[in-house]
């Protein structure tokens, strides 16, 4: 739903909305005639919940597309997701956790190896290790760039990330990276004026990155992906007049919160560790979002029966957090990710909400198919479900006289 | 869906995809609390397949809109039919199998009865017999043009076909069929100036047309309407990396699906001889559209029992559907044609989407109720299907990181 609509008709209350995402909680049977990973699970408090619900299975983008962990949380915190997509750059800076600023200009790197003509052999250095990343990105911090600052930070493996900091700078630059071996990377090239500057630092980054590496052959030099600035848009607070707070472990999920000015809870590493956050910080937000990553990992490990672990502790929790007695509870995933397919899917996910005022529909437990027939039905587009945790949560006016 | 947003996210894939095309699938009961045609189908075999499938109820263009087979077909290949509108002149030419090249202009015409003043007494001159049609378009052959080519076609009845082929033509010219008796044919008139040489060679033909016919009243004129081009659309390939075959006995639908770049399949005229050949080209493509006419005639005819049999003809044909192991496989129709109505209608028309991951519901039959409550949902959009398809045969990338 369009933002600036919804803008237009909440109102403050002392409600509470408690948004639950079990990450690729979605999935499918391992054998025909089979049960799914949530249809295995014993989970006596979530089908409960569900029966006081209104149940469905909503799509974070749309049919048949499978979406990334950013676009899957996007729809939920009701930012369409094609119309609010992060660059590269950005989301390797929000899953290291690093602190962007306004006006930074972040890509992502990945070390690369070149022969004496300066031609790629390999795009990923032989993927070295993690440990041989951070010992590179070291010596890469011995660069200096007239007038900004620069950060290099390993990511992961092969993979780095770069952020120039310092004024009128723009990341309206394209790829360095060819794409494919035997060609030389591409010169850092501007999309627009505005990016000369840039492109110039760019250049000279890369040249001294090319001696600093020489001797360090297969990891000998970097090519760039997504020149990205953090993106400015509204936060929950301004787009729905919710006082927001995320309980999440990894930083990519707390880096996405963050990018909507929602408040970073410290909590702890269990599932348990997140509810207890949540019960002794509920007097001072109005949205709580509580992310379990467990049935994401176990479900691209193909681990059905990890994912259906993960899925009973949840359950176990319920109890705690409905005797919270906040007034929407909303269980849902960011996306499907089927232990069978080992990745995330475009399968729709299971959803339910829970309010006083839901009006609670015939499902009787928690699962991909008892949620067809759910009144929020099969194909629920996810944006829309903040706009519905708001009316049930009485902080939207009525529309026109 | 936006077919700009689906071609970012196509790979590559060996998978195979097909599509089974019941022409006017959908239908009603004769009585109150009857069956439908469908329903009454003595259908093992869809039955079945039905019971592994996802399914549900498509709907071509909207709700409540009755598609003509164009769009029908254009939202089963993930083309919105209402931003991909056929000029009807092009669907004319389709419809006989007209090759039209780029820069064609058609026009579909009526031969009509004019009075000596010139005035319409019949727009469809005693709806002439498709005899007469054929002997007074050899003699409009005669009519020469400066710098064009003109072909003038028999469709049918009092129906012709208008092409002119040349350098600088456009096809924005108003229709000049008056659309009411008592009154002149209009003049050819331009909507755009680019038109105006194109209007003057209509002028000419419309003037000789007057002399040829001129002792052959009834069919003594001919009206002109929907003046339009071969449209430049993407075609399968581009759009959705898909090399494309047809499978199709009548005209119309190897016409449009010529438009899109498919292949044309020569096929027998048994539902029979086109799953024979389906079997054998069934290693040279990935996407195969096979069109069954018969239910639709049928039902245009108000013959339910026939459209029952053409069923329970494709419903044999099944298995040797099955045996192929295409990856995916989706059965439904372009629009619903109920024998009750002797005519296209708005209804939604029953759909399955067969694939080892496509997360089947709990739907065991093939059939307008059975289908309401299936994964899909009662009122799927059609256009939506092909990136289905395209998800469940692992040719869509993740969107987003």
Known sequence: MDLDFIKTITKPAETKIVLIVIDGLGGLPQEKDGFTELETAKTPNLDKLASESICGLQQPVNTGITPGSGPGHLALFGYNPIKYQVGRGVLAALGIG???????????????????????????????????????????????????????????????????????????????????????????????????????????????????????????????????????????????????????????????????????????????????????????????????????????????????????????EIPRLTSLNPDVIIVTGDHSTPSLMKFHSWHPVPLLLWSKICRADNVKSFGERACITGGLGPRFPAEDLLPLALANAKRLEKFGA
Chains 1, 2 share one sequence.
Not at 117 to 143: F, H, P, W, Y
Not at 288 to 301: I, P, Q, R
Request: aromatic share 6%; hydrophobic share 35%.
């Open 98 to 316: 690093f602190d962007l600023k306004p006006g930074d200009v972040t890509a992502r790197g990945n070390f690369c190896t070149i022969d004496e003509n300066s031609k790629v052999l390999d795009r990923r250095a032989g993927r070295i290790s993690t440990e041989k990343n951070q010992e590179l990105c070291k010596l890469l911090r011995s660069i200096e760039l007239p007038d900004v600052e620069i950060f290099v930070e390993t990511v992961k493996d092969h993979r780095l990330l770069l952020v120039l900091r310092g004024e009128g700078l723009s990341a309206k630059i394209i790829d360095t990276d060819p794409q494919e071996i035997g060609k030389k990377p591409l010169e850092p090239k501007s999309l627009s004026s505005e990016a000369a500057k840039t492109v110039g630092l760019v250049k000279q980054f890369l040249e001294q990155t090319k001696d600093v590496l020489a001797d360090h052959s297969p990891a000998n030099m970097v090519l760039l992906r997504g020149f990205s600035e953090k993106p400015n848009w509204p936060t929950m607070d301004k787009a729905f007049d919710l006082k927001s707070a995320a309980i999440a472990a990894y930083p990519m999920y707390r880096g996405l919160a963050r990018l909507l000015g929602m408040d970073l809870l410290e909590t702890g590493k269990t599932i348990e560790d997140e509810f207890t956050t949540l019960e002794k910080s509920l007097d001072d937000f109005d949205f709580f979002f509580l992310h379990v990553k467990g049935t994401d990992s176990a479900g691209e490990d193909g681990d059905f029966d990890r994912k259906v672990n993960v899925i009973e502790e949840v359950d176990k």
